[in-house]
């Protein structure tokens, strides 16, 4: 089980304070939270993409690179890379160039986007949101597994002879989970390829969500990557903590109150009581996340949203000290649940060492789709170590 | 004939209301045409107006909103009835409508009425209501049913009028109502198109 941090990257005024900090700062201090999740023991660290204010991380690869070579375990990855405005051959070339500088610890998790105004931006349509996404990564997944591409589709130039440099990391690609939060399109999309699906499910009720797994899941089994409960997936989470849970309450609601998605809106109580948002003591935390897994079955990867509303970093970091103290009970616990059968979280490690054994045995048995590559690739996937 | 489900929304703002009472009629008038055992569900509103703006916020429905919603989406017909506010639906009625899932009101059987001060504003019924319902890809019934103040007064004049066309309008919803099949429970998941043909079709 993995667990980790991720950061839509906003720049908001501490409704305490009114104090907003400068852009400058604000990435600062998304790389200090980098290295401190490095420092209490998470795995994994992941960045949002945005093209417009108040959001700072347009460039990922950049900071993802620049924390890499400040930290030595933590898997560098995204939440999400928009897989519909990018150029996927511009994807393949950065995030392999940041695979070969952090020594594989890189994975990356595609999203569509849903603000309107950046596609025409970057040349695109949102209407074309979902055949973006499957055009695109269709074509990114040829370009880490063919060493030549000759590639025609809708939406850029076609390409002849061509070779995305450099070529992955040992031959592996980095592994991709694919979010959505309503269409069960990417969820096909991720089961086709035996990719993880990530479910930021924080903002909205457990039930819905659900549903998207689940179908997920089956759909995974369908595409014959392994059974249902072996599909890999991702789940969001937000907390704030203190050791007195009213304390919690107490400090907490000026920023949930005025939170960019949800201020204005329904209670903090309302809220706690119809999404995953826990906040109180560290134990009230780990009660709630390990609920997750009683709603979506065994899962592979666990990130908290820790610095979103206006939270200065002092608090987000004395949040971490705490996470810190959190992760380790919810990675014994759910590890403990977890059959021998169901895969752990993926890294670059297990990936190579599994597409070491598919080609030691020529071909994967069992796998109706074996032959045409997405099967294959997922069928490894399946097979990561324990940790 | 088999037994079928009518939800009633109202959007008045009183109590007790006017836009309540002439929904109960409607609701009343639509039963007496339907098979016995036919249920009349009714949402009112005002019950659920701080669920409504929360959901505009936060893109979810709360537990009761999502009770109501999934009643109206359940059910075989709907009875919309709105007081008239700055002559066309109040903004609670509207807002209900907009936290709908898209497509849920394609095809459903529904009858729109509404309340207002004085006959005069009575054509918002057509140039405001009747279109929203339109948008919604929703099936409206050719009368529309508008209660003025006056309309609520002595049983011998022009709420004998009234009276006739609840019943009239009742009527067109029960008998389209009888054409069509049960509600049935759409399923998102069971009609996602296989990957293959998603890539192939791109």
């Given amino acids: 089980m993995q667990f980790g941090i991720f950061t839509v990257g906003d720049v908001t005024s501490d409704p305490t304070t009114g104090r907003t900090p400068t852009e400058h700062e604000r990435i600062k201090a998304m790389v200090t939270l980098a290295r401190k999740a490095e420092e209490i023991g998470l795995d994994v660290f992941a960045t949002g993409e945005h093209h417009n204010p108040p959001f700072v991380p347009s460039s990922p690869t950049t900071m993802l690179g620049f924390i890499a070579a400040q930290t030595e375990k933590l898997i560098l990855s995204t939440a999400t890379t928009l897989i519909t405005t990018n150029d996927p051959v511009k994807i393949a070339e950065d995030f392999a160039m940041l695979q070969h500088l952090a020594d594989g610890r890189v994975d990356l998790m595609l999203g569509r986007g849903n603000t309107g105004p950046v596609y025409p931006w970057f040349g695109k349509d949102i209407r074309q949101g979902i055949e973006l996404a499957i055009e695109n990564y269709h074509l990114l997944h040829r370009l880490w597994r063919e060493d030549v591409v000759d590639w025609e589709g809708r939406f850029r130039t076609p390409l002849q002879g061509f070779t995305s440099t450099p070529r992955p990391l040992d031959g592996v690609p980095p592994f991709v989970w694919h979010g959505s939060i309503r269409s069960p399109e990417i969820a096909e999309q991720a089961a086709y390829y035996g990719d993880g699906f990530f479910a930021n499910h924080i903002f909205w009720p457990t039930e819905h969500f659900v549903r998207l797994v689940t179908f997920y899941r089956q759909r995974f089994a369908h595409y014959g990557h392994g059974s249902p409960d072996q599909a890999i997936v991702g789940l969001g989470g937000q907390v704030y903590m203190r050791k007195n849970s009213q304390d919690a309450v107490r400090e907490f609601r000026p920023y949930f109150d005025n939170a960019p998605v949800y201020g204005h809106g329904p209670s903090l109580e309302d809220f706690t009581g119809q999404t995953p948002l826990s906040v109180g003591s560290p134990q009230e935390v780990i009660d709630k996340t390990l609920t997750f897994r009683e709603h979506f079955g065994d899962y592979q990867r666990q990130l908290f949203l820790m610095d979103h509303a206006g939270l200065p970093l002092k608090t987000v970091l004395e949040q971490l000290d705490l996470l810190g103290e959190v992760v380790p009970v919810l990675r014994r616990e759910l590890d403990a649940l977890r059959p021998a059968s169901v895969p752990d979280g993926p890294t670059h490690k297990a990936l190579v060492a599994s597409a070491a054994r598919a080609a030691a045995t020529d071909e994967p048995a069992t796998d109706e789709r074996a032959t045409d590559g997405p099967a294959a690739e997922g069928g490894a996937v399946l097979e990561a170590s324990r940790r | ?202």
């Fill in chain 2, 1 to 202: 004939m088999t037994a079928r489900t009518i939800a009633v929304v109202s959007a008045g703002l009183g109590q007790p209301s006017s836009t309540r009472l002439l929904a109960g009629k409607l609701a009343a008038a639509t039963a007496g045409h339907l098979p016995a055992g036919s249920e009349v569900n009714t949402i009112e509103l005002r019950d659920l107006a701080h669920d409504i703006v929360n959901a505009l916020l936060t893109g979810f429905p709360a537990p009761a909103l999502r009770e109501a919603i999934d009643q109206v989406f359940r059910s075989d017909a709907l009875i919309a009835v709105t007081p008239l506010y700055s002559g066309s639906y109040n903004g609670l009625f509207k807002s209900f409508f907009d936290v709908l899932d898209p497509g849920s009101l394609a095809g459903k059987a529904v009858l729109i009425a509404a309340t207002g001060g004085t006959a005069r504003h009575s054509l918002a019924l057509e140039h405001a209501i009747r279109p929203l319902f339109t948008y919604l890809r929703a099936v409206t019934v050719p009368t529309a049913v508008f209660a003025a103040t006056e309309d609520w007064g002595s049983a011998g004049g022009s709420g004998d009028a009234l009276t006739a066309r609840i019943d009239r309008a009742g009527a067109e919803l029960a008998a389209l109502v009888e054409h069509r099949k049960p509600a049935a429970e759409a399923d998102p998941y069971a009609s996602v198109t296989p990957f293959e043909q998603l890539l192939h079709d791109n």
